[in-house]
Each structure stands twice: as structure tokens, then as C-alpha cells.
């Protein structure tokens, strides 16, 4: 059974940068895309930026500019988040979409006190 592992997640100051990571347990083939979501309390998780297997990404509306989502040969998926808001503070979720299914984290905290 594979499982994603996510790490990073922690508190930081309004302002401040955070990196987020997530690996595989085991082996992903025809992988489609990596992404990252997030869920704050009392809201539905949505999507935060997507890396296609071609090196195609999209950004939700809010964090444009401020995140970067990048991944690498071994399957992990990387978040890079920068000028961080309280808005920001959720659960971060690791998703990886095939063809067949999609794999998810089981997700990290981050919180940005206002």
C-alpha cells in the first residue's frame, strides 16, 4: 500500500517562508500530476498549485507569486511558500493524481498567527 508522507508543516510569523515536501512510500507509475491542497477549519479543502508530469503548473488565484510547487524524478512533490498571510493557515494536503487514481497525504499543519 503506497502512502504519502508529507513534512514541513509547522508555525511561522505572518511574512515569513515555510517549505513543504512529500514522498511516496513506495513506487507511483503513470503519474499525471503532483499537487498540493489545503483545508481550513469550517471550509472545503481546494486546491493550492499543481505540477503536471510535463512541468505544467497552476497557482489558485491567492497564492500566485507568493508559493512554488516543483517535484523531482523520485516522485516527491515540494512546496515553497513565501510571504506567508494568517490566511494561509490550514491543513496542507499532498495529492498525486495517475490514471488510475488519485494518492493522498494525510496532511501537515500550518499555521500563521495573525
Known amino acids: 500500500q503506497v502512502q504519502l508522507v508529507e513534512s514541513g508543516g509547522g508555525l511561522v510569523q505572518a511574512g515569513g517562508s515555510l517549505g513543504l515536501s512529500c514522498s511516496a512510500s513506495g513506487s507511483i507509475f503513470d503519474i499525471r500530476a503532483m499537487g498540493w491542497y489545503r483545508q481550513a477549519p469550517g471550509k472545503d479543502r481546494e486546491l493550492v498549485a499543481v505540477?503536471?508530469?510535463?512541468?505544467?503548473t497552476n497557482y489558485a488565484d491567492s497564492v500566485k507569486g507568493r508559493f512554488t510547487i516543483s517535484s523531482n524524478v523520485r516522485n516527491t512533490a515540494y512546496l515553497q511558500m513565501s510571504s506567508l498571510k494568517p490566511e494561509d493557515t490550514a491543513v496542507y494536503y499532498c495529492?498525486?493524481?495517475?490514471?488510475?487514481?488519485?494518492?493522498w497525504g494525510r496532511g501537515t499543519q500550518v499555521t500563521v498567527p495573525s
Open positions: 505540477v503536471t508530469r510535463g512541468g505544467y
Open positions: 495529492n498525486i493524481e495517475t490514471y488510475s487514481r488519485n494518492y
